[in-house]
């Protein structure tokens, strides 16, 4: 393997896309970072613009590896993305996020369909409004017009793909998010086609998450100023890529991410989905899966902390950390934007519980961190509860920023916490598929875990004296949960 190889490595996520250029040692040549917009235009929407996306791209690329020549070009992408696409490759319509919770309607009645939970195990994603195969069940039901207008759908990373390389395909890292493919089989599930009415050719083939889909056009690389001919890889879903980033794909390591949303996931060798219907399981590679469950509310609550309580964040994080643990008796549920695992219901909107006149500012940024944090160790609990042995976790996102977000994370867990040095994630893990794909690392399980372990965890925090009482806080937030449902829905139909 040769030092002064490199691969670009793009990660197209929910807010910005983040372009990185790494040798084959894994050090950072050059990055780029463009952000753009969740447009809401109607209650539960959550839409972008994939123009603007593949403009963002472009100038994340020329910022990252403008005028290089980079062995391979690999993408990481945001998962559980739905577009549809016309016979050229353009977008018809707009991009219909993972938080796009209109379909919430469909996914409670396919939820309580005879054979919800054997869909759920044999496509290891959860039947949610997040979910591809909902929102298309959704739209067929209740805006056929726009379920029957694009020739094919599929995700964001499907529509970079196609129009920088020419061809159509899906990588069955993000195949496996949309509740339309087969684990075991690898291809798309007949009973799952028929809900979302879609006819097999609407749908892109199915490729590993080492293929190189095809070649940067002349077109596309005059416009990222890279060389025409670039092979571009396949790559994988960004929650996958993230424990492949970290170094999190050994047995028993558990990688966290907070970002705009959070999830915990455990890398395991063969498809596993919890009995309870509790965990989504997501492919990786060929012999690789993610097993865990995603949040949410991640770092969004924050956002909505410094718009409502007219503070930046780095002023409510300060007073949030001079607030004992447990905010004084004040409990939040953050559910702001319907909420995943473990329930995947999303019925339960955000609460206080137990707010009083001595409560100030501080308490509720603290509660509020605490109790997405508190919704992350439901989902740890729930994958012990599954038989998986988590040994140890690894954390990367944007909250890693706080010191004290760092800490509150490790005592609401309970379990140390390590943090990598530099910003591994995605778009790392994506530049070690790209390094398979085109020969530059060995194509086995080995040598990509071989690749991972050069992850350096630069701080490991120990859970403090706070953790025992978070423990019992988060058998409250449990029962809260189950008790305020109802009541929530009741709310929620009767429009107030």
């Given at each position: 393997?040769?030092?002064?190889?490199?691969?670009?490595?793009?990660?197209?996520?929910?807010?910005?896309?983040?372009?990185?250029?790494?040798?084959?040692?894994?050090?950072?040549?050059?990055?780029?970072?463009?952000?753009?917009?969740?447009?809401?235009?109607?209650?539960?929407?959550?839409?972008?613009?994939?123009?603007?996306?593949?403009?963002?791209?472009?100038?994340?690329?020329?910022?990252?590896?403008?005028?290089?020549?980079?062995?391979?070009?690999?993408?990481?992408?945001?998962?559980?993305?739905?577009?549809?696409?016309?016979?050229?490759?353009?977008?018809?319509?707009?991009?219909?996020?993972?938080?796009?919770?209109?379909?919430?309607?469909?996914?409670?009645?396919?939820?309580?369909?005879?054979?919800?939970?054997?869909?759920?195990?044999?496509?290891?994603?959860p039947i949610h409004s997040m979910s591809p195969l909902v929102k298309l069940a959704w739209l067929r039901r209740d805006r056929p017009s726009l379920h029957a207008a694009p020739a094919r759908w599929g995700g964001v990373k499907e529509f970079v793909l196609g129009r920088a390389t020419g061809h159509r395909a899906a990588d069955a890292s993000c195949a496996s998010g949309t509740g339309l493919m087969d684990l075991v089989g690898r291809s798309w599930d007949d009973e799952a086609l028929d809900l979302a009415g879609l006819a097999r050719d609407r749908l892109d083939p199915i490729v590993d998450t080492t293929a190189v889909v095809g070649n940067l056009t002349a077109a596309t690389a005059r416009e990222w100023d890279l060389p025409s001919g670039t092979p571009l890889v396949a790559g994988a879903g960004d929650g996958p890529l993230a424990n492949l980033g970290l170094g999190a794909i050994r047995p028993g390591v558990l990688a966290c991410s907070i970002g705009t949303s959070g999830a915990l996931r455990l890398t395991v060798d063969r498809p596993a989905v919890d009995p309870r219907g509790r965990l989504f399981c997501y492919a990786l590679t060929r012999d690789r899966w993610t097993v865990g469950g995603a949040v949410t509310n991640g770092g969004v609550v924050l956002d909505w902390a410094t718009e409502t309580f007219g503070a930046d964040a780095d002023t409510l994080l300060d007073e949030a950390a001079a607030t004992?643990?447990?905010?004084?008796?004040?409990?939040?549920?953050?559910?702001?934007?319907?909420?995943?695992?473990?329930?995947?219901?999303g019925g339960l909107g955000g609460t206080f519980l137990n707010l009083q006149r001595a409560h100030g500012r501080g308490h509720l940024t603290r509660a509020l961190l605490e109790g997405v944090c508190l919704q992350l160790r439901l989902v740890l609990d729930s994958v012990r509860d599954a038989g998986m042995a988590v040994e140890e976790?690894?954390?990367?996102?944007?909250?890693?920023?706080?010191?004290?977000?760092?800490?509150?994370?490790?005592?609401?867990?309970?379990?140390?916490?390590?943090?990598?040095?530099?910003?591994?994630?995605?778009?790392?893990?994506?530049?070690?598929?790209?390094?398979?794909?085109?020969?530059?690392?060995?194509?086995?399980?080995?040598?990509?875990?071989?690749?991972?372990?050069?992850?350096?965890?630069?701080?490991?925090?120990?859970?403090?004296?706070?953790?025992?009482?978070?423990?019992?806080?988060?058998?409250?937030?449990?029962?809260?949960?189950?008790?305020?449902?109802?009541?929530?829905?009741?709310l929620r139909a009767g429009g107030s």
């Open positions: 393997m040769s030092e002064d190889e490199t691969v670009l490595a793009i990660d197209v996520g929910t807010t910005s896309t983040k372009a990185v250029l790494v040798t084959t040692t894994g050090a950072v040549l050059g990055e780029g970072d463009r952000g753009y917009p969740l447009a809401e235009p109607e209650p539960g929407a959550a839409v972008q613009d994939p123009e603007t996306i593949w403009e963002a791209v472009g100038d994340a690329v020329r910022d990252a590896a403008g005028g290089t020549r980079p062995a391979a070009i690999a993408f990481s992408a945001a998962m559980h993305g739905l577009l549809g696409v016309d016979d050229a490759g353009d977008p018809v319509g707009p991009l219909l996020t993972w938080a796009d919770a209109r379909a919430a309607g469909v996914a409670t009645e396919l939820r309580r369909r005879d054979g919800a939970l054997d869909l759920h195990r044999r496509t290891g994603t004992p643990p447990g905010a004084a008796g004040l409990l939040a549920v953050p559910h702001l934007l319907a909420e995943r695992a473990p329930r995947w219901d976790v690894r954390a990367t996102g944007g909250f890693a920023r706080s010191a004290f977000w760092r800490q509150l994370l490790a005592d609401v867990l309970g379990v140390p916490v390590g943090f990598a040095e530099g910003h591994q994630g995605s778009a790392h893990g994506a530049a070690l598929l790209g390094m398979q794909g085109v020969g530059l690392l060995a194509d086995t399980a080995e040598a990509l875990a071989d690749a991972a372990d050069h992850v350096t965890i630069a701080e490991t925090l120990e859970p403090g004296p706070a953790a025992a009482g978070h423990t019992r806080r988060r058998d409250v937030v449990e029962r809260v949960h189950d008790q305020l449902a109802d009541v929530v829905g009741e």
